[in-house]
């Protein structure tokens, strides 16, 4: 999924966005403002948005964020060193909350229930040898009461076209001693309120034009 500095885990599919038949469907309806989803067996993988400029590839990623009262949700892609939020590369046709939907039951299975937007963020990094300019969509997410995967003291597996992910809990309070990527999210998670925000992350190799 990922680029080596990326902060997702997205499948490496490069698209043009050509015009792509309508298959499986989502079935969503709406309840005081959050989109609950439920799914049909995998469908055949659609183009992402992700192209590549003169000078950047460009991503469109949907993020889940889900927290408890004293935790956050993070995964990581088998060989990367750094953490980062669910999510994924948005596909061609699809609404940012259901590709949070998709990405969450392609990786562990599970059925969430996509809440409010609670970032948009303008992220600048360097992945794979190449700059990045990725607009991420960050929703607050909810998990099934039920779920196995809300046991915070566990590690739990995730897959990813046959890469394993690792999620884990993390303690809110104590993100800033954890390489988590983008690296706004360590203060920002740590806030007993998420608030909207529209957020610009950039990292070292990336400046505000004009500072370089």
């Given at each position: 999924?990922?680029?080596?500095s990326?902060?997702?885990?997205?499948?490496?599919?490069?698209?043009?966005?050509?015009?792509?038949?309508?298959?499986?469907?989502?079935?969503?309806?709406?309840?005081?403002?959050?989109?609950?989803?439920?799914?049909?067996?995998?469908?055949?993988?659609?183009?992402?948005?992700?192209?590549?400029?003169?000078?950047h590839?460009?991503?469109?990623?949907?993020?889940?964020v889900?927290?408890?009262?004293?935790?956050v949700?993070?995964?990581?892609?088998?060989?990367?060193?750094?953490?980062?939020?669910?999510?994924?590369?948005?596909?061609?046709?699809?609404?940012?909350?259901?590709?949070?939907?998709?990405?969450m039951?392609?990786?562990?299975?599970?059925?969430?229930?996509?809440?409010?937007?609670?970032?948009?963020?303008?992220?600048?990094?360097?992945?794979?040898?190449?700059?990045?300019h990725?607009v991420?969509?960050?929703?607050?997410?909810?998990?099934?009461?039920?779920?196995?995967?809300?046991?915070?003291?566990?590690?739990?597996?995730?897959?990813?076209?046959?890469?394993?992910?690792?999620?884990?809990?993390?303690?809110?309070?104590?993100?800033?001693?954890?390489?988590?990527?983008?690296?706004?999210?360590?203060?920002?998670?740590?806030?007993?309120?998420?608030?909207?925000?529209?957020?610009?992350?950039?990292?070292?190799?990336?400046?505000?034009?004009?500072?370089?």
């Amino acid at each position: 999924m990922c680029d080596a500095s990326s902060v997702c885990a997205d499948k490496e599919i490069e698209a043009t966005l050509p015009r792509v038949a309508n298959s499986t469907r989502l079935h969503s309806f709406a309840v005081s403002g959050e989109i609950s989803h439920s799914f049909r067996p995998a469908h055949a993988p659609k183009p992402m948005i992700s192209f590549d400029t003169a000078s950047h590839r460009f991503n469109l990623r949907a993020v889940a964020v889900i927290t408890t009262h004293d935790h956050v949700l993070l995964h990581k892609l088998e060989g990367d060193d750094y953490w980062s939020l669910p999510g994924g590369r948005v596909e061609a046709g699809e609404d940012a909350a259901t590709a949070v939907a998709r990405e969450m039951r392609e990786e562990l299975d599970l059925a969430v229930k996509v809440g409010p937007l609670l970032w948009i963020v303008e992220n600048f990094f360097t992945g794979g040898g190449r700059p990045h300019h990725e607009v991420g969509l960050y929703f607050a997410t909810e998990i099934p009461p039920d779920a196995r995967i809300l046991d915070v003291e566990a590690r739990h597996d995730g897959r990813e076209q046959g890469r394993r992910l690792e999620f884990v809990w993390f303690k809110r309070k104590e993100l800033a001693s954890h390489d988590v990527r983008p690296a706004f999210l360590r203060d920002a998670l740590a806030h007993n309120t998420l608030q909207f925000a529209h957020i610009v992350s950039r990292d070292v190799a990336h400046p505000q034009p004009g500072e370089a």
